[in-house]
T-cell receptor, first 112, second 114 residues
Framework: SQQGEEDPQALSIQEGENATMNCSYK?????LQWYRQNSGRGLVHLILIRSNEREKHSGRLRVTLDTSKKSSSLLITASRAADTASYFCATDAQGGSEKLVFGKGTKLTVNP | GAVVSQHPSRVICKSGTSVKIECRSLDFQATTMFWYRQFPKQSLMLMATSNEGSKATYEQGVEKDKFLINHASLTLSTLTVTSAHPEDSSFYIC??????????FGPGTRLTVL
């Protein structure tokens, strides 16, 4: 079964607003990554946060990780119409596994 | 960031034929490549992990004789869907990594089997 579960499944906001997406997972991890996918396209790597990190920033993106709750959040500030896409979290299990397990994703729509 | 390409981007074939999809890492040598399958409005499901020069490791439920993977070099992996059927229609995405934890994804291949 999939390890990551995002919520909400779909999110619709206005341009300029902030968008927050959450991800929960079940087992201990080495790191957690967030990816973005435009419709019918490949995935673009956004940010990686390691299990010993609590927060990370990259431009308008802010990711938090709470290993005690096995959850992460992705915040996009000052959203733009071009941020419209699906966002996935992916985790790799502790133990050196190379495999990523993806959540179901959040479809974000930013209305102009 | 690292660039991974896939070819073709779209393919339509008749039932019973075989289709080959190529995945190339353009500016780095990939020690490991991964093949995923994605159904409409769903997440990515890992099909197999491929290391250069060795046999691919398939996930449970993935038929290795149907989805042939060849990782002939550090920059090229191929997925061949043999005797394709309509239920094999899907979006196939590869990814590649070298020494970091990050996987870089290709743009995907849309397969439609008539």
């Amino acid at each position: 079964s999939q390890q990551g579960e995002e919520d909400p499944q779909a999110l619709s906001i206005q341009e300029g607003e902030n968008a927050t997406m959450n991800c929960s997972y079940k087992t201990s991890i080495n790191n957690l990554q967030w990816y973005r996918q435009n419709s019918g396209r490949g995935l673009v790597h956004l940010i990686l946060i390691r299990s010993n990190e609590r927060e990370k920033h990259s431009g308008r993106l802010r990711v938090t990780l709470d290993t005690s709750k096995k959850s992460s959040s992705l915040l996009i500030t000052a959203s733009r119409a071009a941020d419209t896409a699906s966002y996935f979290c992916a985790t790799d299990a502790q133990g050196g596994s190379e495999k990523l397990v993806f959540g179901k994703g959040t479809k974000l729509t930013v209305n102009p | 960031g690292a660039v991974v390409s896939q070819h073709p981007s779209r393919v339509i074939c008749k039932s019973g034929t075989s289709v080959k999809i190529e995945c190339r890492s353009l500016d780095f040598q990939a020690t490991t490549m991964f093949w995923y399958r994605q159904f409409p409005k769903q997440s990515l499901m890992l099909m197999a992990t491929s290391n250069e020069g060795s046999k691919a490791t398939y996930e449970q439920g993935v038929e290795k004789d149907k989805f042939l993977i060849n990782h002939a070099s550090l920059t090229l992996s191929t997925l061949t869907v043999t005797s394709a059927h309509p239920e094999d229609s899907s979006f196939y995405i590869c990814s590649a990594r070298w020494s970091t934890d990050t996987q870089y994804f290709g743009p995907g291949t849309r397969l439609t089997v008539l």
